[in-house]
């Protein structure tokens, strides 16, 4: 599977952006898309997951409520709708997959595979 992320931009304060991860091959249905950030200086942040299959979803207390995960599996892409964005959410956003579910949340170390990144600046 390779990973390709899309979306990121430039917006001001209390803006959203949608964020894509296109898939190439096939991602299990119990298998997972993760989306984690990194902010300069910073360790990798989770922030969202889905299992492939829809059955689950698991967010990040930081973006909870203003953020949204899902997915299209007929497109074989996944999605992070991020709503009333604040700048501390500036960032390189990065798309993942793993082939499982965790109970918890997900370490970075989980996912095997990677997209390359699309930065979100929140800035007035």
């Known amino acids: 599977v390779q990973l390709q992320a899309s979306g990121g931009g430039l917006v001001q304060p209390e803006a959203s952006l949608r964020l894509s991860c296109a898939a190439s091959?096939?991602?299990?249905?119990?298998?997972?898309m993760g989306w984690f950030r990194q902010a300069p200086g910073k360790e990798h942040e989770f922030v969202a997951a889905i299992r492939w299959n829809g059955a689950s979803l698991r967010y990040a207390d930081s973006i909870r409520g203003r953020f949204t995960i899902s997915r299209d599996r007929a497109r074989n892409t996944g999605y992070l709708q991020m709503t009333n964005l604040r700048p501390e959410d500036t960032a390189v956003y990065y798309c993942a997959a793993a082939p499982g579910w965790l109970a918890g949340q997900p370490p970075a170390d989980y996912y095997d595979t990677w997209g390359q990144g699309t930065q979100v600046t929140v800035s007035s």
């Open positions: 091959g096939r991602i299990s249905s119990n298998g997972n």
